[in-house]
């Protein structure tokens, strides 16, 4: 599939993997409009790309979702390639701490319910062009147990299984779906947890090789062994991964990834 001359609309574009797939896509001759949440964030990381846009587009406000894409069309046409990279990550005591509730919710609703439902909201506009794509970024944590983040893991695995089965769905239509799974990235969410990281420079030209191969699961770095190894020894590979980005009991942290 071409990486050139789309309208790219990409969720979580004001820092980390979503400005780095930003810069890429505008790079590479794409029109490109960023979506976030943080209005400040969002018009520095736009001035910092050339000829990129920004809208405001909060993730987890699904009924807001609509009113968006219908600005990026009246202000741009029809998206031809989706990027859903927006997500919100947390670690924190799942079994008894105090607002573990909110954190739960927020976690499913950002990362899930709102990037499928922006999805099925986009695909008439995507439906309008030759071939269209979406793009979701899951994660390496989809293959393995990660204790301390059960609730985030299990979004990301939920969004790789999205991805399969839309890919199923969209078979006979000019939409192609891609699965991205990247290993630990050096973003601001999860630069505490242990462990080597690549960074979203890195992602960002996996992806874009990825599109132009039409390799739809788009595995990056140790992903690749993770993945393997997690289909013959499960056990071996969740041990692994839970000892190398394991962190002390009672640590707390919080990032937004849009």
């Not at 893991?153 to 078979?171: E, H, I, M, N, Y």
């Not at 080597?196 to 960002?204: L, W, Y």
Request: no cysteine; net charge positive; hydrophobic share 45%.
């Amino acid at each position: 599939m071409q990486t050139s001359r789309h309208l790219a609309l990409v969720t979580g574009g004001s820092s980390g993997i979503g400005l780095a797939i930003a810069r890429a896509l505008a790079t590479a001759g794409n029109t490109v409009v960023i979506g976030a949440r943080d209005q400040k964030r969002l018009a520095a990381a736009a001035a910092r790309i050339p000829g990129a846009h920004a809208v405001r587009l909060d993730i987890a406000d699904t009924a807001a979702l609509p009113a968006v894409l219908d600005e990026v069309r009246d202000r741009f046409g029809p998206v031809s390639l989706l990027v859903n990279n927006a997500g919100t990550f947390h670690r924190y005591r799942y079994v008894d701490g105090a607002d573990a509730g909110e954190k739960v919710a927020e976690e499913i609703t950002t990362n899930v319910l709102g990037t499928i439902q922006l999805t099925r909201l986009a695909l008439p506009q995507l439906f309008e062009h030759r071939t269209a794509a979406v793009v979701t970024l899951s994660s390496i944590l989809a293959y393995v147990a990660a204790p301390d983040v059960p609730v985030y893991t299990a979004t990301k695995a939920a969004l790789r299984s999205f991805s399969r089965s839309l890919r199923a769905t969209l078979a006979d239509t000019p939409v192609r779906v891609f699965d991205v799974l990247p290993p630990l990235v050096d973003t601001e969410p999860v630069r505490h947890v242990p462990g080597a990281k690549i960074p979203p420079e890195a992602v960002a030209r996996a992806v874009l090789a990825g599109i132009a191969a039409d390799r739809y699961e788009i595995k990056i770095g140790r992903t690749v062994q993770v993945a393997r190894l997690s289909r013959f020894a499960p056990k071996l590979t969740d041990r692994i991964v839970a000892r190398r980005i394991a962190t002390p009991p009672h640590g707390s942290a919080a990032g937004v990834m849009s």
